[in-house]
């Protein structure tokens, strides 16, 4: 298991009626300066957790175990607000075996302490599921890699057969700077309307499992 990575995540998300469409779109456009180089397809499997007293939430944050073909990752993604339509939070990130509620508590770092944390209290418990096909680009200025985006097609399941599926387009600063990538975002908007994603993944989730958290 490795040392927990922290950063902060500056996201774009919007809604996507036709991912496949708007792929072919994308792939089509010419812009001045940027090129898109398709970089993989991928298939994530997330499970969101917390105790029944929300004491994850409490903190600040959002529990999810990440799988993919390659590893599997616990992070704790703070609950920040979209500024200017960019969404920014702290993220921390480390490598797991599996999702098991004991392998979290006994990670070390910050992850590790706040699962112990909040287990203090009780028990961590499922909340939903989330599975996504991830289709993503390397976004290029100038032949510098500067953002990733992605095409994602959404699945998210809770209790009783409640479900939801999504559509959306991500534009994640990678290299950056911010600013220059927002630009980039901008001249998108002006190509084609797009819709600002009003919740985060986390928020559809609570809303499909119709969870409703305390206040913080």
Do not use: C
Not at 64 to 72: M, P, S
Not at 83 to 99: H, K, L, N, T
């Amino acid at each position: 298991m490795s040392v927990a990575a922290r950063a902060v995540e500056i996201e774009w998300q919007f809604v996507v009626r036709d991912v496949d469409a708007f792929e072919r779109w994308l792939a089509a456009l010419r812009f001045a300066h940027w090129s898109l180089e398709a970089a993989s397809v991928v298939r994530l499997s997330d499970t969101y957790l917390d105790t029944a007293d929300w004491r994850v939430w409490g903190e600040g944050f959002a529990l999810r175990v990440r799988r993919n073909d390659a590893r599997t990752e616990a992070s704790l993604k703070a609950l920040g607000r979209a500024r200017r339509g960019a969404a920014r939070r702290r993220e921390i990130a480390a490598r797991v075996r599996d999702a098991r509620p004991a392998t979290l508590r006994a990670l070390g770092g910050p992850v590790g302490a706040a699962v112990r944390r909040a287990t203090a209290s009780g028990r961590l418990r499922r909340l939903f599921a989330v599975r996504t096909r991830r289709h993503t680009f390397t976004l290029r200025h100038d032949g510098r890699a500067v953002a990733e985006i992605a095409l994602d097609r959404t699945g998210i399941t809770a209790g009783r057969g409640r479900s939801r599926r999504l559509e959306r387009l991500e534009v994640e600063v990678k290299a950056g700077p911010p600013d220059l990538v927002a630009r980039f975002v901008a001249t998108l908007r002006r190509r084609r309307p797009l819709t600002l994603a009003t919740r985060s993944k986390f928020a559809e989730g609570l809303r499909t499992a119709r969870l409703l958290p305390p206040p913080r």
